[in-house]
């Protein structure tokens, strides 16, 4: 059975960082054969595409509104993938979702991921 675990998330303020991690069990093809990525839904909002990172790490791809602020990374010895997220903005409060993709395109779509986790909750004050 197929698990992605995040965790991570928490109450901060304004300018403050948090780091999320993703943790995969079960994944088919091994962990490292998927790319993976992080979206994230606001209250009242339809998810959007936060990062991606390919199985090697060599490449990756972020959203517009992350202006250097968070870094993708992953350990594939440890099958978990990260978002190192810094400055974090009011704007940011979401629940942040770790998802897998079997092509390894890093793509922005939801629909190209094929495994979700349940979500770690982002909260940032002002």
């Known amino acids: 059975q197929v698990r992605l675990v995040e965790s991570g998330g928490g109450l901060v303020q304004d300018g403050d960082s948090l780091r999320l991690s993703c943790a995969a069990f079960g994944l088919t093809f091994g962990f490292s054969s998927y790319a993976m990525g992080w979206f994230r839904q606001a209250p009242g909002k339809e998810g959007e595409f936060v990062a991606a990172?390919?199985?090697?790490?060599?490449?990756?791809n972020y959203a517009d509104f992350v202006m250097g602020r968070f870094t993708i990374h992953r350990d594939n010895a440890k099958n978990t993938v990260y978002l190192k997220m810094h400055r974090l903005k009011p704007a940011d409060t979401a629940v942040y979702y770790c998802?897998?993709?079997?092509?390894?395109?890093?793509?922005?779509?939801?629909?190209?991921?094929?495994?979700w986790g349940q979500g770690t909750q982002v909260r940032v004050s002002s």
């Open positions: 998802a897998a993709d079997p092509d390894q395109s890093i793509a922005t779509r939801q629909a190209d991921y094929e495994y």
């Open positions: 990172v390919s199985w090697t790490c060599v490449s990756s």
